[in-house]
């Protein structure tokens, strides 16, 4: 079963706004993982939080977890078309990683 | 560069026969994950090899077996392919486990049944 439920399941921007999701989980958790999948493709990673930790950047990704709340939120700032993909949030526990559902992110130019 | 490499990028089979998926990494990582996808669907773990030791997640079907013969190489053998099976197959690396580690992800495998 699903750790991690995202919501929007998709959301449609244009190019240069601000794209939030979010992710909430149900039990505790070594880190939460950010993953990028473009169509038809394998995933990759973006970010990882520790569950220790309560905001991380990458770039233009901004990370947050709120470990009372079992939730996370990752924020792309100006947006860029090649952005358009599927967004996973993942949660760390023991030896594995179990995946949300996804949000699908469309970047319009 | 260092990656996950899956052969091939596409496979079609037929109802019923066996089949076999390749992963190989040149990471040297201990963990080696096999995932599938399905259309619209989070990656689902079949199961993973931590070094030698195979560790199969409980509603993963005895249709699916994996191999591991050395740190480089997993393999994944669907012994009779079903129609349900169709779907996208990852394989994944992880230097540990995920409790403090990232996953490098291979480019997948779209697995199709006719």
């Known amino acids: 079963s699903q750790q991690g439920e995202e919501d929007p399941q998709a959301l449609s921007i244009q190019e240069g706004e601000n794209a939030t999701m979010n992710c909430s989980y149900k039990?505790?958790?070594?880190?939460l993982q950010w993953y990028r999948q473009n169509s038809g493709r394998g995933l990759v990673h973006l970010i990882l939080?520790?569950?220790?930790?309560r905001e991380k950047h990458s770039g233009r990704l901004r990370v947050t977890l709120d470990t009372s709340k079992k939730s996370s939120s990752l924020l792309i700032t100006a947006s860029r078309a090649a952005d358009t993909a599927s967004y996973f949030c993942?949660?760390?526990?023991?030896?594995?990683?179990?995946f949300g559902g996804g949000t699908r992110v469309l970047v319009k130019p | 560069d260092a990656m996950v490499i899956q052969n091939p990028r596409y496979q079609v089979t037929q109802f019923g026969k066996p089949v076999t998926l390749s992963c190989s990494q040149t990471l040297n990582h201990n963990v080696m994950y096999w995932y599938q996808q399905k259309s619209s669907q989070a990656p689902k773990l079949l199961f993973h090899y931590y070094d030698k030791d195979f560790n199969n997640e409980a509603d993963t079907p005895d249709n699916f077996q994996s191999r591991r013969p050395n740190t480089s190489f997993c393999f994944l053998d669907i012994r009779s392919p079903g129609l349900g099976d169709a779907a996208m197959y990852l394989c994944a690396t992880s230097r540990d486990y995920v409790g403090a580690e990232t996953q490098y992800f291979g480019p997948g495998t779209r697995l199709l049944v006719l």
């Open positions: 039990t505790s958790i070594n880190n």
């Open positions: 993942a949660t760390a526990a023991g030896n594995k990683l179990t």
């Open positions: 939080i520790r569950s220790n930790e």
